[in-house]
């Protein structure tokens, strides 16, 4: 990262004609010789030079609004709303908004390889074209696939099998036996494998209890910056595949997390909790230790989970956590709360007269 | 910092006449060969050897009972409460235990310049007095501002700006285009450019949105150790000038903080989210995204803030975040609505007799 | 770590009796040629060639329909209560636990020394068998006891003091005055010792207050991953002797924790705030500052400590926090407010009438 190479100044200006055929949409209201653009922009931030796009409905005033010179839109009644008005039409916008932000900012080249400074230890297994940073060190016997780069200080037990295309940025620690999937991102400062907090009481004394567990990491899950995943007791704790997970997370020993959820910020996992798969978890969530989420369940932003919801497909909100119309409810009352009882106090007059 | 010169063995043993010569203040009840005084301590632990110092009203029983050698007190009423004992009058206390506290506790003299093993890409632009850590690590064409100090294991993106007078702690990460003022101070461990979060899905498939835009910190901010600050999606995510973020916190991509705010340590603050000028958020609170908190808005501990509050000026508490006098009295009946449920209970039985 | 040698091919396959004979332990419906075992697993994972074990009551039904060879089971009725199955009576099951997952899971070995790339300043005293590792920094002037190790990228400032058989794992930092006693164990990322949050505001301006104070950390403290201890203003932050702190967990200048403490990961302690000896605190729970909270307080998960609650014993639940009897009244009728609200409309249409 630190010392890759900068872009080339590769700057990208095409005309409509050429977004067009990047992204195979249809011009309406535009000529292929339009722009050329400098960008891409939201929409209110957008001017004359630059792309912008609609999503959905809900952005129809903010669209009319925009100076963007050229707006993607998705074909159909979206774009007949915007009838005289230059545009793009394309089957599905977020695709194509990425395929230009990435063509606007490329990101800088790195040149694969094994930095001088890096220390990899005896009999670690780099696959083809693995980068491994500045002052990283690689322990003896670590695993490490085809195309993955492993940042600036980033340590590596050597227990460790990393998969292919994976990004570890500057300062990952992995400790004991990890194992990541294929294209796994994990941001900076992430720690995997700290010990898994388990302490007895005996004879009056604290005894602490080895934490000799695996973390799987499966395929294509990301790991936000600062977030802590603790290394199990005898068995593993598990992130399932696709699961994004964002910054300052903690996910204790021996939890489970099916796949394709999405964590926000500082949500904390407390042990032996299972997750199951498409849950939704709002930041600041926290959820007591051996209860089971089952899978498609919704969690608001600082709610607290202190049984099982073993079924899935609810919503919860609320310290302790209740399902989102009941909540509601209570939350609407709660607000009236002082009223009430002045309503009780005047019936017990009104009684006493 | 860790291999920087200890301070030589500079002792500074004042007597009063030399603090009150220091502090441009005024001896009462005390002799200026009073002394000589060797540190300043709290109220409750300053002997007759130290200074200590009194701000306002509500610590008059602790001064009184204090054995401290010498008061730092304001001039005024306060002061006329301690007469007959030594004491020594300032127009302004904090300023003056700043220096005092400074002058007793210098820190350790750092040596400006490149450690043999940092490594500074090429085009780095390191201005005067620079001081670049060991095994830090500064991209090509990074522009690095007079007297700044970059501390070991730090990790800078050759795209980023970093002002005058800054320093970085230990093993700060700044990741993408990030811009610095001058006089910022970070701590360590944090990371300044991970990606913000967001997905989206598409024909049943997670699409990583890219985030490429940049993170301005503007002038005199403060990051806490082990604070996450993510890379915009297009745009920005701003720090205003005179902030300062405690540990632990985590503000979302796109997110905009005025100047002049206080943010206690564990604070989430999540996408887009704007906070004006002035603002005072205590620890642990949160903020859901795209919502707008005016300017001067106080915020408890804990506090879930659900909604905009643009206007400003409010105290906020409470999940769901309430304003205090309102909180309050919800909270008040919410400690005695077990007997208001009994109230009603007996009303049902008053009536139906 | 990254470096170490991996464990030689040291593989334990103990027969029944070497488990008795290692543990001074009884078999009780096995023979000592049982076996041999290759590991020890939780109840529903053991198999036949694993032992396992059985702490109390509640495991009975799991323990019955485990498949292990051999189950360690305390003596007295609880192992009556198995009679016929393969056991161990062993007078206390989780030493008995923990000297087994040692055999089976050795932890490489680690040869004391000074990394080559560790820098070690001038006057620095290293302790016997002291491990420094790769890339770690060791202040001027720092005081490192027998038998600990500095992991790789620690930055330990050169006013530090730390004891006897410590760990400090990778990318801790030290920073200013930390005083940390003997065999304590602090997980990678932590940082001890950004400066206290503290500002006043005079004339309009902001001043920082300088934070020159001590962090002691007690013997036998644990620390966990990414947790912030900040610097004391004048005098100190203090971990008692035996307390174990969990992941992401902030503790601000001059709190004072007492001994035997357990803080869950993610909890917030603000300045100046005192707990006493023997504390059990859930995750995410958060203490404003200057309060004082008595030994033996238990405090659930996300609990907001609004108070101080100095006499000690009590089980404290909620927002702001209540002891957990009238807590739980509260959070029943809580959940019927929809229905206490509608009787009371029920009973003004009554009185009408």
Do not use: I, N
């Given at each position: 990262m630190g010392t890759s190479k900068r872009?080339?100044?590769?700057v990208w200006r095409p005309t409509a004609g050429e977004v067009a055929a990047l992204l195979d949409g249809r011009l309406r209201?535009?000529?292929?010789?339009?722009g050329p653009f400098d960008g891409i922009r939201v929409l209110a931030e957008a001017g004359a030079r630059q792309l912008s796009f609609v999503v959905g409905d809900k952005e129809l005033g903010a669209a009319r609004a925009s100076a963007a010179g050229l707006l993607i839109v998705p074909s159909g009644e979206l774009s007949a709303a915007f009838a005289g008005r230059a545009r793009l039409e394309v089957d599905e916008v977020w695709p194509a908004v990425v395929e230009l932000i990435e063509r606007f900012h490329p990101e800088p080249d790195e040149q694969p390889g094994r930095h001088p400074t890096a220390i990899v230890g005896r009999g670690a297994r780099l696959g083809e074209a693995v980068s491994i940073g500045p002052y990283a060190i690689v322990g003896d016997g670590a695993v490490i696939g085809d195309g993955t780069v492993v940042g600036p200080h980033c340590v590596i037990d050597g227990r460790s099998r990393i998969g292919e295309r994976c990004r570890l940025h500057a300062g990952v620690v992995l400790r004991g036996l990890v194992e990541i999937g294929h294209d796994c991102l994990i941001f900076p400062g992430a720690v995997l494998?700290?010990?898994?907090f388990r302490f007895e009481r005996v004879g009056g004394a604290t005894l602490k209890i080895p934490q000799v567990g695996r973390i799987v990491v499966e395929d294509e899950v990301e790991i936000g910056a600062n977030t802590t995943v603790d290394r199990a007791f005898l068995s593993e704790t598990r992130i399932g595949r696709g699961t994004k997970i964002d910054n300052q997370v903690q996910i204790a020993h021996n939890v489970s997390i099916g796949p394709h959820c999405f964590i926000a910020a500082q949500v904390g996992i407390a042990g032996s909790t299972r997750i199951g798969a498409g849950c939704l978890i709002g930041g600041h969530a926290g959820f007591r230790d051996k209860i089971e989420i089952g899978p498609g369940t919704r969690i608001g932003g600082m709610t607290g989970i202190?049984?099982?919801?073993?079924?899935?497909g609810v919503e919860l909100w609320g310290y302790p956590a209740t399902p989102l119309k009941r909540f509601a409810r209570i939350q609407a009352v709660l607000q009236r709360l002082p009223e009430l009882e002045r309503r009780v106090r005047a019936l017990e007059k009104g009684l006493a007269e």
């Open positions: 872009p080339e100044a590769e209201d535009a000529s292929p010789s339009d494998g700290a010990d898994g202190h049984k099982s919801f073993p079924e899935g």
